[in-house]
């Protein structure tokens, strides 16, 4: 069995030529976030967000809920693909960031399908699940602060419906999960979270080494 590939700069920009369907509106909205302090490391990259909108798409979800605005790409690229009538929940903890999207999603014709809650994440989850009840949402993407990402994914679970799918952004994040000097709090939790969704048994799951580490997790129906 061939090892996992080494993706080198190269071999990243030739996928990129014969994958990536891109356009103006995403372009420049990861141009004005690479400007952005920490900009470039806090973005999805372009595939990702394509690979994002195939997901939602091959699911056919209607309700999307995604844990970590930002500028707003991911965002856009799901409320692009959401379905007809459907809606993307995105929160984030200001409004700082999403504020520059705002103008992206209308140019694109996507801001009706997007909803904005701005607060803490924990609580904004949990008014959802008073709100819309449990197994109301079809897609979770979660890209959020990493020391909170198993609350997340709790919440997440409880939200989703059986056969619904959750997806797990910086999973391998700069692959430090495997460095032992590494003991930041963010690399400590994102090993846990790791070593915890391994034992869940109510979900499937694959981590795919794309990007900083995708992890898909599909609810067991």
């Not at 004005?32 to 394509?50: D, F």
């Not at 607060?119 to 008073?130: M, N, P, Q, Y």
């Amino acid at each position: 069995m061939a090892d996992n590939l080494v993706l080198g700069p190269e071999l990243i920009s030739y996928i990129r030529e014969v994958s990536l369907r891109d356009d103006e509106i995403l372009r420049e909205l990861r141009e004005e976030t690479a400007e952005l302090p920490a900009g470039k490391a806090m973005q999805v990259a372009a595939e990702e967000g394509q690979f994002l909108a195939l997901l939602v798409g091959l699911t056919g979800a209607r309700s999307v809920l995604e844990i970590g605005t930002f500028t707003g790409y991911s965002t856009l690229c799901m409320a692009r693909a959401v379905a007809s009538g459907g809606t993307v929940v995105t929160c984030d903890i200001s409004n700082k960031w999403p504020m520059i999207a705002a103008d992206y999603w209308k140019r694109a014709g996507v801001a009706e399908r997007i909803d904005v809650r701005i607060g803490d994440a924990t609580e904004t989850l949990a008014k959802i699940l008073t709100d819309q009840g449990a197994g109301s949402v079809d897609f979770v993407f979660i890209d959020a602060d990493k020391v909170n990402y198993s609350s997340y994914y709790s919440a997440a679970f409880q939200l989703v419906r059986p056969g619904g799918l959750i997806v797990v952004d910086n999973t391998l994040f700069f692959g430090r999960v495997i460095d032992q000097d590494a003991q930041d709090r963010d690399t400590v939790a994102i090993r846990e979270f790791n070593a915890m969704l391994r034992d869940d048994e109510r979900v499937d799951i694959s981590v795919l080494p794309f990007a900083d580490g995708v992890t898909l997790i599909r609810k067991k129906s």
